[in-house]
């Protein structure tokens, strides 16, 4: 059974750093593309940052470029998402996802694509 558990959330000003954590079980993580989407309360779904190692590629969400940065430990089947500079843009709950890894690499932009989620974590940037 796939399980995505993500910590790190919290209330932090404008200009703060907070840094996510996602601890996957469940399936062979190098195989797996893994990302971090967010929902702000009445917007759709973005897909801010992806990851997979195995070609080493990442997806940056033109909003976040330049300020988060997504991680990878493959000894710890764990993922990260280090956010700075952090705006009230960026309120929102970020959820852990993974798919299996196919090669369409510009596909994982979309939301739909991805299979697996966690149980999301509130990110909060205000003052």
């Known amino acids: 059974e796939v399980q995505l558990v993500e910590s790190g959330g919290g209330l932090v000003q404008p200009g703060g750093s907070l840094r996510l954590s996602c601890a996957a079980s469940?399936?062979?993580?190098?195989?797996?593309?893994m990302g971090w989407v967010r929902q702000a309360p009445g917007k759709a779904r973005e897909v801010v940052a992806a990851?997979?190692?195995?070609?080493?590629?990442?997806y940056y969400a033109d909003a976040v470029k330049g300020r988060f940065t997504i991680s990878q430990d493959n000894d710890k089947d764990t993922i990260y998402l280090q956010m700075n500079s952090l705006k009230p843009e960026d309120t929102a709950m970020y959820y852990c996802?993974?798919?299996?890894?196919?090669?369409?690499?510009?596909?994982?932009?979309?939301?739909?694509?991805?299979?697996?989620w966690g149980q999301g974590t509130q990110v909060t940037v205000s003052s």
């Open positions: 990851i997979y190692t195995g070609r080493g590629r990442t």
């Open positions: 469940g399936f062979t993580f190098n195989d797996y593309a």
């Open positions: 996802a993974t798919t299996w890894y196919d090669g369409n690499w510009p596909s994982y932009r979309n939301e739909d694509r991805w299979d697996y």
